[in-house]
């Protein structure tokens, strides 16, 4: 077993401590933005889902026909079927196929711009 005296041979001499602050890293914000991204990246796949599922729930629901009645005269068509919804279906329908595409852009468009902010400093 080495002696305390032995070890401080190897070792060599202790540094001083320092005395200035250690300046703050970029990791807390590299994963500060990473969390973000990926906090809006989640809420992204929701709305997605959210807004298919309802337009399949509208299509599976609605008739082909208009229903005049039911106040089911608004027509909504895809390449797979044609349906009659009310009025607040329609907006609702119309409110997902706008918004969906927005919020996929906007995605994008802060990945690109954060990109740079998440790339590590170089320290020389």
Do not use: C
Not at 19 to 47: D, F, M, Q
Not at 51 to 68: C, D
């Amino acid at each position: 077993m080495l002696s305390d005296r032995e070890i401080r041979e190897i070792l060599g001499p202790v540094p001083e401590t320092e005395t200035e602050p250690r300046a703050i890293s970029a990791a807390p914000r590299k994963n500060r933005w990473h969390l973000v991204l990926g906090g809006l990246g989640a809420v992204g796949v929701v709305l997605w889902g959210a807004g298919i599922a309802l337009i399949l729930h509208f299509e599976r629901s609605s008739p082909g026909q208009p229903n005049v009645r039911t106040g089911q005269i608004y027509r909504f068509n895809d390449p797979f079927s044609v349906v009659y919804l009310t009025a607040r279906q329609h907006l609702l329908v119309d409110t997902a196929l706008i918004v969906l595409p927005l919020v996929t852009i906007l995605l994008v468009v802060a990945a690109i711009v954060t990109s740079g902010r998440m790339s590590p400093t170089e320290e020389g």
